[in-house]
């Protein structure tokens, strides 16, 4: 006997259709309307009998397995080792954390697709990538440990027996320069032209932007961290925002990507900041080595606050 198709209504869109079981590992509210064949309109899901088990306060819900579903399952959902993954290419081995991550982020979409035996194999996939991933990085780390001091010790050698042999060499500071003044001389007109190259794309690429909608269009290019791992970067939506920003839409462009409006004056203030007077604050700011830190941890923090 077929199982019932289930249709709910969220986020202002119709969702499904849903089988019971997978509607036990979402989150529905008592509200939330659903239909299904043999219901005459919408209902809240706490009063269609099919769904108003999922919300008996008395007990657990039953889960109810569905034909093929391994036995080892037991309708528990696996574990994904998303975060596991992410911290072991971060920390650890990058190569190995990268296969971590995309077998967890295939996790929990075999599972809504209702391949149970396809999400565990994920699962254990994740988990073992994962682990080879930490011991290839705690054997790297103590192997450099090792080795390293070795190679100083070499360079040191290396520099006393052979320094009376090698000439002196030219100081830096008159090559700096000598290279300064060539670059000067040669290449007014390669910059201004390498200049006028940048502003041509850059005006292309708004153009292509404001009259094609990256909502709707397929051949827009979609953000490969997004379709990797299921959660935003920095940059996601940036093209929809700066649409919807093109368009006078600024409440659409914040909630595509509100980081954009500090992005913009931000960029702007750190290409003005060059031809600024040299103790300024912008200057000073633009050239201090701190710079790129605020920066990174600044993005960091972007993206935990918008995935949370």
């Known amino acids: 006997m077929a199982e019932t198709l289930i249709y709910i209504h969220r986020n202002g869109q119709q969702q499904g259709p849903y089988t019971l079981p997978q509607l036990t590992m979402m989150t529905l509210t008592p509200d939330t309307p659903v239909w299904y064949e043999g219901l005459a309109d919408w209902m809240p899901a706490s009063q269609a009998p099919l769904t108003a088990p999922l919300f008996n306060v008395a007990g657990p819900v039953p889960h109810m397995p569905t034909p093929g579903m391994s036995q080892r399952n037991n309708g528990i959902k696996p574990p994904t080792y998303l975060g596991w993954a992410i911290a072991s290419c971060i920390l650890c081995c990058l190569p190995l954390g990268i296969v971590a991550i ?149 409440d659409a462009a914040w909630n595509y990507n509100a980081a954009l409006f500090f992005a913009i004056p931000a960029m702007a203030a750190l290409a003005v900041a060059p031809h600024t007077r040299p103790h300024s604050l912008l200057r000073r700011f633009a050239d201090s080595r701190r710079t790129p830190i605020v920066v990174f941890v600044a993005l960091v923090v972007w993206t935990i606050l918008r995935n949370i």
């Open 102 to 250: 995309v077998y967890a982020a295939q996790v929990n979409d075999k599972w809504i697709r209702g391949d149970y035996d396809g999400a565990y194999r994920a699962s254990q996939n994740a988990q073992i990538w994962t682990i080879a991933a930490v011991v290839i990085g705690i054997i790297g780390s103590v192997v450099i440990t090792l080795v390293q001091p070795a190679f100083w010790s070499l360079a040191m050698w290396r520099r006393m027996t052979f320094t009376h042999h090698t000439p002196p060499p030219i100081p830096r500071p008159q090559r700096l320069r000598h290279r300064r003044r060539l670059l000067v001389a040669r290449s007014p007109r390669m910059r201004r032209l390498v200049v006028a190259l940048i502003a041509a794309v850059i005006v292309a690429a708004l153009i292509i932007i404001f009259i094609f909608n990256p909502e709707n269009t397929a051949w827009m290019p979609r953000c490969p961290s997004h379709m990797l791992t299921g959660y935003d970067c920095p940059g996601c939506g940036t093209l929809r925002a700066l649409h919807a920003l093109m368009h006078g839409d600024i």
